[in-house]
T-cell receptor, first 111, second 114 residues
Framework: NAGVTQTPKFQVLKTGQSMTLQCAQDMNHNSMYWYRQDPGMGLRLIYYSASEGTTDKGEVPNGYNVSRLNKREFSLRLESAAPSQTSVYFC??????????FGPGTRLTVT | AQSVTQLDSQVPVFEEAPVELRCNYSSSVSVYLFWYVQYPNQGLQLLLKYLSGSTLVKGINGFEAEFNKSQTSFHLRKPSVHISDTAEYFCAVSDADYGQNFVFGPGTRLSVLP
């Protein structure tokens, strides 16, 4: 039982490049989330998916897109990376209202 | 919408001393409350949660928290800390009726000193 997995673990991009962060969960959860974590700011929600086929914006969605590929997988895409998107990105999954299970994170640097 | 305040950004404490990490929230609806721990270079893991019932909640690693509705608080306590408790601790709140409104506090860095 792997829980929540994320790939890649580390990534360095140049400004303007694009990339997709992958997330998968094997707990059969309906809800999945993408957060970014920056020093002193806690976790900020980028997008979430309450169930397969639905996605909604969170607190900081600008510059990102998401795809809920199926119940297991939820990807985050940066179309044109900016230095302000340098951060640690976490994916999480849960059943509605209950605790969220987190992946190990992706450390992204945009130069 | 909910919000969470963690008044202390850093808490240094000596090994075997007690510790309390403070969390206050604001919400106009019923809430669920959570404490997470994040060790360096890792994801978050759940310490404990309050959904309903007894207001004193016990979690892993000897931690406990008490839900105080009148003071809108959910402080985390441990009677005797270990070096291995050094980590960042996050309080979180969700709307009990519409769980997608899941909000994290800014975190408290606990440093346990020998």
């Amino acid at each position: 039982n792997a829980g929540v997995t994320q790939t890649p673990k580390f990534q360095v991009l140049k400004t303007g490049q694009s990339m997709t962060l992958q997330c998968a969960q094997d707990m059969n959860h309906n809800s999945m989330y993408w957060y970014r974590q920056d020093p002193g700011m806690g976790l900020r929600l980028i997008y979430y998916s309450a169930s397969e086929g639905t996605t909604d914006k969170g607190e900081v969605p600008n510059g990102y897109n998401v795809s809920r590929l199926n119940k297991r997988e939820f990807s985050l895409r940066l179309e044109s990376a900016a230095p302000s998107q340098t951060s640690v990105y976490f994916c999480a999954s849960s059943e509605l209202n209950d605790e969220q299970y987190f992946g190990p994170g992706t450390r992204l640097t945009v130069t | 919408a909910q919000s969470v305040t963690q008044l202390d950004s850093q808490v240094p404490v000596f090994e075997e001393a007690p510790v309390e990490l403070r969390c206050n929230y604001s919400s106009s609806v019923s809430v669920y409350l959570f404490w997470y721990v994040q060790y360096p270079n890792q994801g978050l893991q759940l310490l404990l949660k309050y959904l309903s019932g007894s207001t004193l909640v016990k979690g892993i690693n000897g931690f406990e928290a008490e839900f105080n509705k009148s003071q809108t608080s959910f402080h985390l306590r441990k009677p005797s800390v270990h070096i291995s408790d050094t980590a960042e601790y996050f309080c979180a709140v969700s709307d009990a009726d519409y769980g997608q409104n899941f909000v994290f506090g800014p975190g408290t860095r606990l440093s346990v000193l020998p």
